[in-house]
């Protein structure tokens, strides 16, 4: 017979205690409080994760300093989207709920764009990968049609490129680009993310992105109002 276990927001309290933590191990505390809670326990009636268990993990993976801590991430979310009914949509998914799935998307995206520098080519590479993979998957949600790209994870996939992919390269340039459309065409520019795209990319490439506009001197003030309108300041 199983004995009954503590509720699940004091091991949710304990897995946010190590996302806070300075500990270089604490991702991975947290992480296997929730590995125990997904396996379960032979002795334990242990309580499913939630929302909560699977977002402070992903939280603590943000800044971490694992070499790794991208794939980690990729796979708890993998993990968070695979514990929705495969009914789930947009009848059963309420907005708090659609904002953490939110959240969790982009706290993948982060966890690539702040991979250590010297986490070794492998490693980067994976992250570089995993990226645009997480941008992509964002707009193609099985959870909800209704999600995608907001202000944060545009201004965390430029990051992430500036960080990952090598100064001039074709597929840094290409991908930046892209987000960059996407981002003015859903209206979440920002004056951040102009600066993030106009310092890593070249003369040419801005004012290529620019062509076929009224620019003026190409700064932010000058861009149109219509991709800045759903932006926060």
């Known amino acids: 017979k199983q004995r009954s276990s503590l509720p699940i927001v004091v091991y949710n309290n304990v897995i946010h205690a190590w996302s806070r933590s300075a500990d270089p191990d604490a991702s991975k505390f947290a992480e296997a409080i929730l590995n125990r809670l997904e396996s379960g326990s032979s002795s334990l009636s242990l309580p499913k994760p939630d929302v909560i268990s699977y977002r402070s993990v992903l939280n603590s993976l943000e800044h971490t300093k694992d070499p790794d801590k991208a794939a980690r991430a990729k796979s708890i979310l993998d993990r968070f989207i695979a514990s929705f009914p495969a009914e789930s949509g947009i009848s059963t998914i309420d907005t708090q709920m659609k904002d953490n799935i939110q959240g969790a998307y982009n706290s993948v ?105 009224e620019k003026g001197d190409g700064s932010f003030a000058t861009l149109p109002s219509g991709w800045k309108r759903n932006a926060s300041p």
């Open 109 to 213: 995206l982060a966890a690539c764009a702040y991979t250590p520098s010297n986490a070794g080519d492998q490693a980067r590479n994976n992250a570089a990968r995993i990226l645009v993979e997480t941008l992509r998957d964002l707009n193609n949600s099985k959870v909800d049609a209704t999600l995608g790209p907001n202000q944060e994870s545009f201004s965390i996939f430029l990051q992430g490129c500036t960080h990952l992919f090598q100064p001039g390269s074709s597929d840094r340039s290409i991908l930046m680009r892209s987000a960059l459309q996407e981002c003015c065409e859903k209206g979440f520019l920002t004056a951040k993310i102009w600066d993030k795209f106009c310092n890593a990319s070249s003369d040419e490439d801005v004012q290529s992105f620019l062509s076929g506009i």
